[in-house]
T-cell receptor, first 112, second 113 residues
Framework: KNQVEQSPQSLIILEGKNCTLQCNYTVSPFSNLRWYKQDTGRGPVSLTIMTFSENTKSNGRYTATLDADTKQSSLHITASQLSDSASYICVVSAIGNEKLTFGTGTRLTIIP | DAGVIQSPRHEVTEMGQEVTLRCKPISGHDYLFWYRQTMMRGLELLIYFNNNVPIDDSGMPEDRFSAKMPNASFSTLKIQPSEPRDSAVYFC???????????FGPGTRLLVL
């Protein structure tokens, strides 16, 4: 069964600090992995997409990594800002399949 | 483009009433998805369409739920009769191609009393 697990469930850090969110998946055959950011009261928005051959991808202060061998991904946020407070959802898709497998998300809170 | 548009943004209704949620996907996107999000279960795919045709409705919880897509620019999700356990945020999303990014609407927050 395709599954995506994220850790931690929630995280609170001080503004300006860095943090790393984790994602483990068992989706096969693997197509791509996305990290979505969901602000409170809004729909998820895609931050990054990673395919099988990509190890690292950055989007501003967000850097995603992918280890296809161990089926793990991480999202690193550098110099956090108050606007980074949101839920971060790891989403994995299988080849030829439009159905995505969603993680339950990490709720990140940045405090001043 | 205005993005995916959903209406209403909020809906409060009484148990037993019919609820209709509406979605306008991004123009040119061939895929449309309906999701439900709750604290307990996260995001769950209910049904998705390709070129207005329902492809997979295995996520629809029961016969009380139905979805239609009469044309490329409009879809509805109907719950009849509604129950308190249907309370959730319902998202519509669209994508251009297989495996492409899904663009989510702002969601409809449904509360069934």
């Amino acid at each position: 069964k395709n599954q995506v697990e994220q850790s931690p469930q929630s995280l609170i850090i001080l503004e300006g600090k860095n943090c790393t969110l984790q994602c483990n998946y068992t989706v096969s055959p693997f197509s791509n992995l996305r990290w979505y950011k969901q602000d409170t009261g809004r729909g998820p928005v895609s931050l990054t997409i990673m395919t099988f051959s990509e190890n690292t991808k950055s989007n501003g202060r967000y850097t995603a990594t992918l280890d296809a061998d161990t089926k793990q991904s991480s999202l690193h946020i550098t110099a956090s800002q108050l606007s980074d407070s949101a839920s971060y959802i790891c989403v994995v898709s299988a080849i030829g399949n439009e159905k995505l497998t969603f993680g339950t998300g990490t709720r990140l809170t940045i405090i001043p | 483009d205005a993005g995916v548009i959903q209406s209403p943004r909020h809906e409060v209704t009484e148990m037993g009433q019919e609820v209709t949620l509406r979605c306008k996907p991004i123009s040119g996107h061939d895929y449309l998805f309906w999701y439900r999000q709750t604290m307990m279960r996260g995001l769950e795919l209910l049904i998705y369409f390709n070129n207005n045709v329902p492809i997979d409705d295995s996520g629809m919880p029961e016969d009380r739920f139905s979805a239609k897509m009469p044309n490329a620019s409009f879809s509805t999700l109907k719950i009849q009769p509604s129950e308190p356990r249907d309370s959730a945020v319902y998202f519509c999303a669209s994508s251009l191609r297989v495996g492409g990014a899904q663009y989510f609407g702002p969601g409809t927050r449904l509360l069934v009393l």
